[in-house]
């Protein structure tokens, strides 16, 4: 509660054109098959809102992905998303019927969808994803969750692992901005 | 509703700025970092000799290594292939840079141990490093009985090799590397000079699709035991990657698997068509 009425107490001097920026922010993925279970973390994600258009954006480098098993990191990088041609992922868009005074207002998490478009691998989708914010005084959270295709972003599954390897993963991301006081 | 729609292609083209904008901010903030070269080769040989590459800490490696016989002996020996030299071992890393490992080969029944830690790793970002270096150190033990009454004692079945392996990944596809050798002897045979050799190795990959490279290796002799017996040690190959294999396929002269073999025992000729097919199988594991 008392965190609420903080939160409504920042609302004005965040409304002037902030940008948040989160430059350790939280990106995983997850890949299931009956034969085997793919995850993989990255704690350097990056992502940026701007509170006052409802502007997006994140970049996320390929090669900060950790696995539990390197020799696993090591072919993500070199055979499936080739992060010496395609280094990031990127998502730029916007927030739907943004509105920055219910994001920072808290009475609960606040839900918007997302639109936009996000490369990897060098190819471009646009997409649509549900991100779900909630404030205190110090930090503005946002997280998501959705589901992408290999297919679509042009990630060749060989047919030896075909069996190993999901057509599609569960992506999760996490962001902490700071609110400035 | 027209208003509305004029003002949503009017934030429309504003989206547009705010996005670039946003990822050149994005990109502008971001932190300067060291970014550590990985993949300069697929395996942790070129083909006969050792590359840059060292496993990961907790990753064992099974490797096993066979080398036909030669293509020219002909269709009655199936070219090469009734005959084959085997190499098992274990390779394991204790720790991030340094891996020892274990082996045995049938030819001469030799028993090999090795160490390799990385000095050096190729890296761009606030310090950049242009090439990765590697120390490779190993000993061999030839068991292999003796026909002639002489008994050598057990230094004297040893074999030491000492190795500088250094890479540069030149561009995604292309890397090359330098691997200036010296290899002890403590027995050699009569007809035979001295009891050292040393060479520079030369070898390198090109990346043809994300999971196949081609790999070439060349052992340059400045003098060895004895010029009139031995040849400089030559391979082609390819690496092929599924998964947690590597298989690599090579055609070379060198009929030895492990340093002191091929580089300073190398009898055939490759230009002379004493060529064996071969191949190497490494699985690796994530022991921890």
Redesign the interface.
Known sequence: MKAQIFGLLIIPSVLFGQKLIDRSAYAHFYSSTPLEDIEAVNKKAMGVVDLSSGQVAVAIKMIDFEFDRSLMQEHFNENYVESDKYPKATFTGSIADFDSSKVMKLIDTVSFKVKGSMSIHGITNEVEAEVNFIANERKLYASTKFILALEDYDIDIPKVVILNIAEEVEVTARFAFDVPK | MKPLLLVAAF?TV??LY???D??G???E???ARD?VT??TFKGTRIINGHSVET???G?LDFIISHRFGTLNSGAYELWGLDQSNIRLALEYAFFEDLMVGLGRSSFEKTYDAFLKYKLLKQKTGTKNIPVSAVLFASTTIKTLRRFDGFEPTFIDKLANTTQLLVARKIT?ELSIQLSPTYIYYHLIEANEKRNDVAALGIGGRYKIT??VTFNAEYFYQFFNKNDQFYHDAIAVGVDI????HVFQLQFTNATAMIEKGFIGETRNDFFGGDIHFGFNISR?F?LK
Request: without cysteine; hydrophobic residues 35%.
């Open positions: 934030f504003l989206d705010g996005q670039d946003l990822l901010l994005l990109e903030s971001e932190r970014e990985i993949a496993r990961n800490e990753v995604p994300s999971r990657e599924t998964g947690g690796a994530q």
